[in-house]
């Protein structure tokens, strides 16, 4: 997916909030990167894991509670969050929740 004519999207027309669980659509692949639009309804948990790439989290819309590490991190929009590749991380979305997540090299 990768475009070197660069693109853009209108992300506020791409979120679809299911009645329950994630949404999610990749904006952007390469073999360096993966932007990926996530809209989880409200009360969805994502359960602990780590990955294998650094990861940035900009919040778009909605609440909910990050957990990086030890720490919890109240999102909301306009909050961002840099994650080190395997750290662990969580999160549970408190209203419909819309984040761009960013996987990188």
């Known amino acids: 997916m990768e475009n070197n004519q660069g693109f853009f999207k209108d992300l506020n027309k791409l979120m679809q909030f299911p009645g329950e669980g994630i949404f999610s659509t990749v904006l952007a692949k390469a073999k360096t990167y993966n932007y990926t639009l996530m809209c989880l ?30 720490k919890e991190i109240d999102m909301e929009p306009g909050v961002f969050i840099f994650m080190p590749k395997n750290a662990p991380h969580s999160l549970k979305a408190d209203q419909d929740l819309a984040i761009l997540l960013l996987l990188t090299e």
């Open 41 to 70: 309804s409200a009360g969805t948990d994502i359960d602990e894991h780590t990955s294998t790439r650094d990861g940035v989290v900009q919040v778009l819309k909605g609440k909910g509670t990050f957990r990086l590490y030890d």
